[in-house]
T-cell receptor
């Protein structure tokens, strides 16, 4: 399957620091999305980046996409304790509406 | 984005019984919905694509007779776990596709525990 792999699997930082998570995938995509999931809850959509885009910003979030390396990164700047969650990337399968999720990064921001 | 609800938010059932989970798109007419399953501390695994007015498309390894999906209207898809067993205990999440933009919005999930 086209499941993305994320690294690190877990990340622990101090409040105010930046957090960077990486996602790699296997085949060509049209879109890549990042989601956040608080423990035991549903997913919150963060950013969608298309294959012809290289970078997108939303508030404290910055997403980059390198299609030549089949990788994406999510940067959270000036992290807060409330950013503590699991973060997943999801890539579409062959231009369909189906998305396959990566393994996720568990981020813990210490106050 | 779209607002998606699920009901129930959690359910406990006995082994051998069937459980129905509802997924509603509250502000968007969704021709396509998706059902995912997530085991503790793992990623989401796509189970099936639910298409309004037609049969669902199941991912490899997902038993269609065990996980019955009905998408009878543009705002409602249901997942019925038939003859549930303890190994079916999981977090089930649905999502709605916004079509052209390809963005997906997720429901809050349903935690199923089979005893």
């Amino acid at each position: 399957s086209q499941q993305g792999e994320e690294d690190p699997q877990a990340l622990s930082i101090q409040e105010g620091e930046n957090a960077t998570m990486n996602c790699s995938y296997k085949t060509s995509i049209n879109n890549l999305q990042w989601y956040r999931q608080n423990s035991g809850r549903g997913l919150v959509h963060l950013i969608l980046i298309r294959s012809n885009e290289r970078e997108k910003h939303s508030g404290r979030l910055r997403v980059t996409l390198d299609t030549s390396k089949k990788s994406s990164s999510l940067l959270i700047t000036a992290s807060r304790a409330a950013d503590t969650a699991s973060y997943f990337c999801a890539t579409d399968a062959q231009g369909t509406y189906k998305y396959i999720f990566g393994t996720g990064t568990r981020l813990k921001v210490l106050a | 984005g779209a607002v998606v609800s699920q009901h129930p938010s959690w359910v406990i059932c006995k082994s051998g019984t069937s459980v129905k989970i509802e997924c509603r798109s509250l502000d968007f007419q969704a021709t396509t919905m998706f059902w995912y399953r997530q085991f503790p501390k793992q990623s989401l695994m796509l189970m099936a694509t639910s298409n309004e007015g037609s049969k669902a498309t199941y991912e490899q390894g997902v038993e269609k007779d065990k996980f019955l999906i009905n998408h009878a209207s543009l705002t409602l898809s249901t997942l019925t776990v038939t003859s549930a067993h303890p190994e079916d205990s999981s977090f089930y999440i649905c999502s709605v596709s916004l079509g052209e933009t390809y963005e997906q919005y997720f429901g809050p999930g349903t935690r199923l525990t089979v005893t």
